[in-house]
């Protein structure tokens, strides 16, 4: 198995590589000659292995392609384009780079921020076909990087925050070894082969659209098309246009997409797709049903964290079984349960899920503290509550930290979530924690209503009355046109009351 990027880049044969919707796509030699074309410019400026490489470009290949090329030979740093000075300021004068890479001719807050820290721009220009693109390095000095050529497996190739909404977001730097390990796991999870084509749906700053969608099909030497960003409305249209065998989404876009195109089954069924993965937060049951009716295809459920490089777990492909409401069989890293006290626990039990393996951080940037709390024992905690059944298969309960505790009975907002969508005129439920001032907190939920559904709050919670213990049922429920969500098209329940100005008596 290869470890590095460069090798995985490098080593793509197939005539068609990396694309995009209504362009010629780049092919395997084409992405190698790009990629050490990058490595030369690169290195003739000072910048080598180690070195870390900011990236703010739009959603499309050459994100893609600019993430591949940089964390073939230094540490690429993806940012979110729409941040503001405000977020750019934070994030540069963490990471320190050595330069940020802009899409030429652009306005953007970052441009300021890099000046004012000092930091050299590189002007990237796109070219033919999709992916392609040259690079302007003027502002850098021409001098001798201090580690020059194509990194090495255990140098870093990736660094990305962690998304967290209640402290300061910690540096992730993930390894060549530990991204080509789990780009290998989610293709043999996959079975990708080089006759698959992935629609990448998932922003380019993003674990999820760098590793599952664009690492695991170069790993398998099949092919990705990389759309602008997620667009509900053009979704059906890309689908006929690239005729993909697979695409991979947050549970908040499958949402979306099935609410534009359930009316068009026979449509949808034609695209003749091989499977469909979902990841970086918990599908509900309700939904994996209705997207395998209205598409014809399996619908995967992986679990995956920046930590582990993205994938720990998934369901198989069929004819093993699909278990809705898991996670799947571990797909990477061992995983385990493990109590407060870093005690291992039996099949079964209920507890944090830890992991260790090849795809797994060795730890936070700069933050020896944060690392040593992450560890015990040599396992990774994630966070995450959940059992293994007699089968093996992981169900999670929910994050520890999003976890309700009303007066000391513990909730799951998952468990809630599930019983509020089983209601026919729901589409989407999120439900959180609200303050109270003698319980700690209480239950409320935000729910979109299903097109031409007169829903109330009184019916949602007489429905979840029938379905749910007395100290489960939400006591506030919003009525929404939409739940509100991260960049990435997460739901971020922690911390949601403050932002809608929620509270209790």
Known sequence: MSETIHHLATSHTGPATVGAPGQPWLDGPGLATLVRTTCATLNTHGIGRGDRVAIVLPNGPAAATAFIAIAAMAAAAPLNPAYTEAEFEFYLDDLRPRAVIVAAGTASPVRTVASRLAIPLIELTETAPAGAFTLDCTSLPQTPPSRPGPAEPDDEALVLHTSGTTARPKIVPLTGRNLSASAHHIATSLALTADDTCLNVMPLFHIHGLVAATLASLAAGARVCCTPGFNAFRFATWLHEVQPSWYTAVPTMHQAILMRVRGEPAAMRAARLRFIRSSSASLPPQVMTELEDVFAAPVIEAYGMTEAAHQMAANPLPPRPRKPGSVGLPAGPEIAIMNDAGTLLDQGAT???????????????????????????????????????????????????????????????????????DHPGVAEACTFAVPHAKLGEEVAAIVVPRPGSSLTAQDVRDFAAARLAPFKVPRQILIMDAIPKGATGKVQRIGLAQRLGLVTA
């Open 351 to 421: 507890g944090e899920v830890v992991i260790r393996g090849p795809n797994v951080t060795l730890g936070y940037a700069g933050n020896p503290e944060a690392t040593a709390r992450a560890f015990t024992n040599g396992w990774f905690r994630t966070g995450d509550e959940g059992r293994l059944d007699a089968d093996g298969y992981l169900h999670l309960t929910g994050r520890l930290k999003e976890m309700i505790n009303r007066g000391g009975e513990k909730i799951s907002p998952l468990e809630v979530d599930v019983a509020l969508l």
